[in-house]
């Protein structure tokens, strides 16, 4: 399977934009790039996906590479909501996630 | 809608027991996924199953076994519980092969 990247941790001050950068260089021609994010307690959440071009969704946008070997989420104004682990995963066709490590998001107030 | 709904949330079992985790997706979402989450290995897919289905597998032995009922429901079986065990258990159900949506789920102990 396809590998990610991401860094441990990220702060980020809050009402302020985050930029959530992963690494998938191996990235196949038909490997969706997804984001889920999980809070505190819960259960992951769907955030967006895409797969060439730059997608954008009420929660966030996700910038993709010309080339599909990085992908960027945004989130355009960051609350303390937004506190959560971030997993960027590549998919092929199906409903297997493979998750990786996440980067924890930190809010500060 | 109601989002998914695993039962029950906590259970506590010993070593050598079985042990049967219940999941009712979305209404109208046929396809079920369950994951296995610990502090050391982070979330691993489980297996997934779709129309009564098993579709996808992930790498775990053979005593994680599940199945998917006509109204979508899914129950997932771990059998002759190990320590190792001991995790938060996540379902998923999903309309597409593009959006899971994930329930709370259950936290197993196994002592």
């Known amino acids: 399977d396809a590998k990610t990247t991401q860094p441990n941790s990220m702060e980020s001050n809050e009402e302020e934009p985050v930029h959530l950068p992963c690494n998938h260089s191996?990235?196949?021609?038909?490997?969706?790039i997804h984001w889920y994010r999980q809070l505190p307690s819960q259960g992951p959440e769907y955030v967006i996906h895409?797969?060439?071009s730059n997608v954008n969704n009420r929660m966030a946008s996700l910038a993709i590479a010309e080339d599909r070997k990085s992908s960027t989420l945004i989130l355009h104004r960051a609350t303390l909501r937004d506190a959560a682990v971030y997993y960027c995963i590549l998919a092929n066709a199906g409903n297997m996630l493979t998750f990786g490590g996440g980067t924890r998001l930190m809010v500060k107030p | 809608k109601a989002g998914v709904t695993q039962t029950p949330r906590y259970l506590i079992k010993t070593r050598g027991q079985q042990v049967t985790l219940s999941c009712s997706p979305i209404?109208?979402?046929?396809?079920v996924s369950w994951y296995q989450q610990t502090p050391g290995q982070g979330l691993q897919f489980l297996f997934e199953?779709?129309?009564?289905?098993?579709?996808n597998k992930g790498n775990f032995p053979g005593r994680f076994s599940g199945r998917q009922f006509s109204n979508s429901r899914s129950e997932m079986n771990v059998s002759t519980l190990e320590l190792g065990d001991s995790a938060l258990y996540l379902c998923?159900?999903?309309?597409?092969?593009?959006?899971?949506?994930f329930g709370p789920g259950t936290r197993l102990t196994v002592l």
């Open positions: 998923a159900s999903s309309p597409t092969q593009n959006e899971q949506f």
């Open positions: 209404s109208g979402h046929r396809s």
């Open positions: 895409g797969l060439t």
């Open positions: 191996t990235i196949s021609g038909t490997d969706y």
């Open positions: 199953y779709f129309s009564e289905t098993q579709r």
